[in-house]
T-cell receptor, first 109, second 116 residues
Framework: KNEVEQSPQNLTAQEGEFITINCSYS?????LHWLQQHPGGGIVSLFM???GKKKHGRLIATINIQEKHSSLHITASHPRDSAVYIC???????????FGTGTSLTVIP | GAVVSQHPSRVICKSGTSVKIECRSL??????MFWYRQFPKQSLMLMAT?????????EQGVEKDKFLINHASLTLSTLTVTSAHPEDSSFYIC????????????FGSGTQLSVL
């Protein structure tokens, strides 16, 4: 079993739709990271959160520590949001990260 | 914000040659950097943790003599793929952060290695 599970693996949406990507983890964590990887390969850190909710523009990330679950929401999705979204959590020993397998999002105009 | 620069972005080499990839932290000191490998449509796989001034820590299954890591300064880590073979073709990416695991992560832009 992977330490970090993401769903869905692939997601296609129409422009303007509200999108939710889920992440469940099995390790105890101090923080969870949401990353965005564009087709060219570059990775950008979107959020780092340890409780509650964070918002940046059209992106919202929530985390429930008790349930070991986090969600990434995209409001009013746009084709430029098309990318792979990855959640990552530090290991218990704090010396590495566990990565989800990613959610490939395609937003159609 | 903190920036991590990775070079080259793409390299094509002949089988048997060695390839060096550089990862630099541009505006912060990074005592630890991480090297990842990513196959198409798969997630990041940690290869090794690069520690400034000491030996790198390699993940299980990663050959340390094959993937040489040097972290000689607080702003530079290098990954050298020695005697590259076609099966080494992959996307390699580094990351670092000024504050460790509870701080924001910063990634290099990645290096696409193709071994002919």
């Amino acid at each position: 079993k992977n330490e970090v599970e993401q769903s869905p693996q692939n997601l296609t949406a129409q422009e303007g739709e509200f999108i939710t990507i889920n992440c469940s983890y099995s390790v105890g964590i101090s923080a969870l990271h949401w990353l965005q990887q564009h087709p060219g390969g570059g990775i950008v850190s979107l959020f780092m959160l340890s409780s509650g909710k964070k918002k940046h523009g059209r992106l919202i990330a929530t985390i429930n520590i008790q349930e070991k679950h986090s969600s990434l929401h995209i409001t009013a999705s746009h084709p430029r949001d098309s990318a792979v979204y990855i959640c990552a959590v530090p290991s218990n020993t704090g010396n590495q990260f566990y990565f989800g397998t990613g959610t490939s999002l395609t937003v159609i105009p | 914000g903190a920036v991590v620069s990775q070079h080259p972005s793409r390299v094509i080499c002949k089988s048997g040659t060695s390839v060096k990839i550089e990862c630099r932290s541009l505006d912060f000191q990074a005592t630890t950097m991480f090297w990842y490998r990513q196959f198409p449509k798969q997630s990041l796989m940690l290869m090794a943790t690069s520690n400034e001034g000491s030996k790198a820590t390699y993940e299980q299954g990663v050959e340390k003599d094959k993937f040489l890591i040097n972290h000689a300064s607080l702003t530079l880590s290098t990954l050298t793929v020695t005697s590259a073979h076609p099966e080494d073709s992959s996307f390699y990416i580094c990351s670092a952060g000024p504050g460790g695991f509870n701080e924001k992560l910063f990634f290099g832009s990645g290096t696409q290695l193709s071994v002919l």
